[in-house]
């Protein structure tokens, strides 16, 4: 006798790929915090230029993940028309009398916007995570 019993009324489903994705989305995060971590070890150093990560939609393109409706029914998702531009010499930030390019105020507002992604991204994976325990739970 099996020790297993494979039923096959039970509808395979397809993968989910939410926990690759918040997984490469915290190796991003702490790349970027690494970074900017960087930049304001540096902040005093002569000459040193800061720096930055690639954008994670950037890095998101190039796994080829995409969207797929499986029922008509279900909202769709168009391609944002926002274009990225550059930043003006008037926009930016002062540079330092050591002639370096490193804003300290700037790393900070960087180091906020990566704990605010990250503790989106826990949070989100701590729901789907509940949303799937609860849905393989067999009624009592």
């Known amino acids: 006798m099996p020790l297993y019993h494979v039923r096959s009324e039970i509808p395979v489903t397809a993968p989910v790929y939410l926990f690759d994705l918040a997984s490469r989305q915290a190796q991003w995060l702490a790349t970027r915090q690494t970074t ?23 890095v998101l393109d190039k796994t080829k993940l995409v969207m797929a409706a499986t029922n008509n029914n279900h909202i769709g998702i168009s391609p944002s028309t926002t274009e990225a531009t550059k930043v003006k010499k008037s926009e930016s930030w002062d540079t330092v009398y050591s002639k370096n390019s490193v804003s300290l105020e700037q790393e900070l507002i960087k180091a906020g916007e990566v704990n605010r992604q990250h503790t989106l991204n826990t949070t989100i994976v701590k729901s789907f995570h509940r949303m799937l325990l609860t849905s393989v739970r067999t009624p009592s």
């Open 36 to 58: 900017i971590s960087g930049n304001v070890a540096n902040a005093n150093t002569p000459g040193y230029r800061a720096r930055d990560v690639e954008p994670f939609a950037d």
